[in-house]
């Protein structure tokens, strides 16, 4: 085997001396390329957002103002809403009123009505009970004058004895019409 031999003392000099020169020719290389990159270095660009669909964040001085204004607004449409149902419930209180005093008003008129009926029947029967007394040629004399309609209803309130005297002193055209008064007076009338 043989043993590696070492270099001279002139030899390995020689070989720093090299090995330093390539060095510094390289870092004088890299500065060279350092200062070239330097040189051509572009403006910084603006970093892209990595996720352009989502929007971005509002300033928090913007929403609080959006947020104060839309609290007024609501603020706002709320008064107009109580505003509206007061309205309404005075309307309706008006016409709860009113309905009290329009069917206060009907049971007055039924009332008055029923009373009017009830005088006119009474008047109808006094006449009648006149009629009746009177003797019947001169009740006859009186329904001659009468509208034949007007008559026959007084004929047919009287007592069927005394109508039959009353028709029988009339003139027979006269007491004809008023016969078929009395007689198509219910003639028209629903038999179902």
Do not use: C, W
């Not at 020719?25 to 060279?32: I, P, V």
């Not at 209180?93 to 309905?99: A, G, N, P, S």
Request: glycine residues 6%; aromatic residues 4%; proline residues 7%.
């Amino acid at each position: 085997m043989t043993v590696p031999r070492r270099p001279s003392g002139r030899s390995s000099s020689v070989l720093l001396v090299l090995t330093v020169m390539f060095f510094v020719t390289g870092l004088s290389r890299m500065g060279m390329g350092v200062a070239e990159v330097l040189a051509q270095e572009t403006p910084p660009q603006p970093i892209e957002d990595p996720h352009p669909d989502l929007e971005a964040e509002p300033d928090p001085g913007d929403l609080f103002a959006a947020l104060q204004s839309r609290a007024a607004k609501l603020a706002e449409q709320e008064q107009q809403l109580d505003a509206r149902a007061r309205a309404l419930r005075e309307t309706e209180r008006e016409l709860q009123e009113q309905l009290q005093r329009l069917a206060q008003a009907e049971a007055d008129l039924a009332a008055t009505l029923r009373l009017t009926e009830s005088a006119a029947e009474d008047d109808l029967r006094h006449l009648t009970t006149v009629f009746e007394a009177m003797k019947p040629a001169h009740s006859a004399e009186l329904f001659a004058q009468m509208d034949v309609e007007f008559a026959a209803g007084f004929i047919s309130r009287l007592r069927p004895e005394i109508a039959g005297e009353v028709l029988s002193g009339l003139d027979p055209l006269v007491a004809y019409g008023i016969s078929a008064v009395l007689a198509g007076r219910h003639a028209r009338t629903p038999r179902n």
